[in-house]
């Protein structure tokens, strides 16, 4: 695959997540930089009128919400940090849904713990509604949900957490706009041999080595953040975008990328999906095991979700979301992947069409038992 440069990998994306720093949209006055907004949402605009889907990560509701709570002035503990996100969040949606209204685009907010990422159950979830809200045309502006997160369960970062957003829905690049233009072998604002690296393949310990001298910048996440960042981009199959968020006046930042600025690009070795199906096969273990007959096999050797109608036997107990194996009647596994549901539920449901789920279970799950980006085929042996 030849790589593209920042400006075509951007332009080209389909599903393009963005990250938008504190420092970037609010200002030390602890307001929102609406005219920085309003060019960011011009970018949006843009995106979405060529076909692009857009979700944006948004920090700046702990920098917006203790200037209201007059915490300003030194650090804050966590618990006024959460109090300082409670009020800087509702100020914040509301920026981003006035701004984007101008366009006509409408808004969701998803607040997110370092949980709803990790556990199976809720990242499945979680992803059900970025892909609905998505098909519905709304922009999902998320950020971390800090009011409930303590410290141990704390992104802490949006850099990551922009990341798992990213790897969650299978977007094709992640933007993470910044106070500078990408990575540096040094700290540029020390070392006048620093050089600006365009683009990294692998992160090794010579790139390790380059975060750590960089400017931290205003973000809490600084560079080791956006390097863990990409190291989640990278293994999901995600190209990702260090950029500088300030642009020439009257230009969005995106646009300032598509017009050549300086950036650096984070390119992975694999498919988005390949990689993702990787995790399926190796990250987990089957928690049990869902027979099928000899057509669903060849369905989903073909590509197919697995329906309800093809199951004839499902063995142990499992949870929804929980890494299962597909099994044929002759005893050879065809698969494995996520569950959409329990092993109780599709007990009852197997050997029935979709269509009569609700009815048998009395509420109204998804149509599929493993839908096809959650199965990985087993090689043939
Ligand atoms: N979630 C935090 C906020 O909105 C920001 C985290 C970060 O700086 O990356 O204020």
């Known amino acids: 695959m030849p790589i593209p440069t920042p400006a075509a990998a951007l332009s080209q994306a389909k599903r393009l997540v963005v990250k938008i720093g504190s420092a970037l949209l609010v200002g030390g006055d602890g307001a929102i930089r609406s005219a920085w907004l309003d060019a960011l949402v011009e970018d949006v605009a843009r995106c979405r009128a060529r076909g692009q889907e857009?979700?944006?990560?948004?920090?700046g509701a702990v920098a917006v919400g203790r200037t209201h709570l007059g915490l300003t002035g030194r650090r804050l503990r966590l618990e006024e940090k959460q109090a300082a996100a409670a009020t800087g969040q509702i100020r914040l949606a509301h920026a981003y849904q006035e701004a984007l209204a101008r366009h006509g685009i409408t808004v969701a907010q998803i607040l997110l713990t370092l949980d709803d990422t990790e556990a199976r159950r809720r990242h499945l979830n979680a992803r059900a509604t970025f892909e609905q809200l998505l098909a519905l045309g709304a922009v999902p502006v998320v950020n971390e949900n800090d009011t409930v997160a303590t410290a141990e369960i704390r992104f802490g970062d949006n850099d990551r957490l922009a990341a798992r957003v990213a790897q969650m829905i299978s977007a094709d690049m992640l933007v993470l706009l910044s106070d500078i233009d990408g990575?540096?072998?040094?700290?540029?604002?020390?070392?006048?041999?620093?050089?600006h690296i365009a683009l990294v393949d692998e992160i090794g310990p010579a790139i390790e080595a380059m975060a750590g001298a960089a400017p931290p910048g205003y973000s809490s996440g600084g560079m080791v953040t956006k390097l863990a960042a990409a190291r989640i981009a990278m293994n999901a199959g995600c190209l990702m975008l260090i950029a500088k968020g300030q642009a020439p006046r009257g230009s969005g930042p995106l646009a300032a990328i598509e017009a050549g600025a300086r950036a650096t690009l984070f390119v992975p070795r694999a498919e988005p999906r390949s990689a993702r199906k990787a995790w399926i096969a190796s990250a987990l273990n089957p928690a049990g095991a869902i027979v099928v007959d000899d057509g669903a096999a060849t369905a989903l050797r073909r590509g197919k979700s697995l329906l309800p109608a093809g199951i004839v036997d499902v063995d142990g107990a499992f949870e929804r979301g929980d890494c299962v194996i597909v099994r044929t009647r002759a005893g050879i596994e065809a698969g494995r992947g996520l569950s959409a549901y329990a092993s109780a539920d599709i007990r009852r449901i197997a050997g029935h069409k979709s269509g009569e789920i609700s009815a048998i279970l009395g509420y109204r799950g998804r149509d599929v038992i493993i839908h096809r980006d959650d199965l990985v085929l087993t090689e043939a042996r």
């Open 54 to 59: 857009l979700i944006l990560v948004s920090s």
């Open 183 to 195: 990575l540096y072998s040094a700290d540029p604002r020390r070392d006048p041999e620093a050089a």
